[in-house]
């Protein structure tokens, strides 16, 4: 499997990790710890020392109710980040929905731009079309304010595979190489708990696509749901769920704690070659 990312072109021999950097004053997993954009910079910087393959950088949160950023103040939290952590070779994803953010981002020279919708925003499109950068297509319904409201399936595996292949679909018809395209079902968007664990069970199913499969669970209320564990303690679920999405074939796992997941696909993987 191949992810081509504008200049990174990434062979996926293993499941690779992608370090989550907030750049949001009120993103729900660290408080706003990394708030600002220097300490964005230092928390990069330490998640590639830790082994990140990927960083993924986002000022928007994503969280339920979440209040909107502004284009601008958008812009002002991420480039700046993406610009420096650049400077370390690192391969860079940005995480926005808006095509103005995706436009400064690929300008900047990010690698890769994930959309949780999916590249459905007007001229969402054509601003990655136009480019060589790589692109993370997700699965949601509604927006991340109504998306809980949103979880009625008569199949959720069906639905969402047949969304994202229309969504990958889309992409190609507009220009975008299929080698450029992952696609993600979406973890905790607009899915009840226990369509979350049907999709993260069902996970080889999406891996049989002809696409790289990226899945985020890190530290998502549906593990919290499982294991009673408030957000801060979600860690070793966290851990746990992306080994399983890993063995059960995503080529790349979106998480928060990226020595311990390092340190999980280490053992992982040489026993599998002990086999
Ligand atoms: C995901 C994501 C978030 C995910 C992809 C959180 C930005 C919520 N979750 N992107 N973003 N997949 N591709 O809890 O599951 O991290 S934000």
């Given at each position: ?22 750049v949001t004053p009120d993103s729900f997993s660290d408080g706003g710890t990394h708030a600002s954009v220097s300490e964005a910079i230092a928390y990069g910087e330490q998640l590639l020392a830790e082994g990140a393959d990927i960083l993924d950088i986002g000022g928007e949160s994503t969280r339920p109710g979440a209040a909107n950023v502004s284009v601008e103040e ?202």
């Amino acid at each position: 499997m191949r992810w081509l990312c504008g200049s990174k072109k990434l062979e996926i021999k293993r499941p690779l990790i992608m370090g989550i950097v907030n750049v949001t004053p009120d993103s729900f997993s660290d408080g706003g710890t990394h708030a600002s954009v220097s300490e964005a910079i230092a928390y990069g910087e330490q998640l590639l020392a830790e082994g990140a393959d990927i960083l993924d950088i986002g000022g928007e949160s994503t969280r339920p109710g979440a209040a909107n950023v502004s284009v601008e103040e958008e812009i002002a939290r991420v480039i700046p980040v993406v610009r420096e952590l650049l400077k370390t070779g690192a391969v860079i994803s940005v995480d926005t929905s808006k095509p103005e953010v995706m436009k400064a981002a690929i300008d900047a020279g990010a690698h890769i731009i994930n959309d949780v919708c999916a590249l459905t925003k007007p001229g969402a499109l054509p601003v990655v079309a136009a480019s060589g950068v790589g692109v993370c297509l997700m699965h949601m319904k509604g927006t991340p304010a109504d998306m809980q409201k949103k979880t009625e399936y008569a199949d959720v595996i069906l639905e969402v595979e047949s969304y994202l292949l229309e969504r990958a679909n889309a992409c190609e018809q507009a220009g975008i190489a299929r080698e450029r395209i992952c696609l993600d079902y979406g973890f905790g968007f607009a899915k009840t708990v226990d369509q979350n664990f049907e999709l993260l069970a069902h996970t080889d199913r999406f891996a049989h696509l002809p696409y790289p499969i990226l899945v985020g669970l890190s530290r998502k209320s549906s593990l919290g749901a499982i294991t009673g564990r408030e957000v801060n303690e979600r860690s070793y679920c966290s851990v746990a769920g992306a080994l399983i999405a890993a063995q059960k074939g995503a080529s790349v796992v979106r998480v928060h704690d990226v020595a311990a997941t390092v340190d999980a696909f280490k053992i992982w993987l040489k026993t599998e070659s002990s086999r």
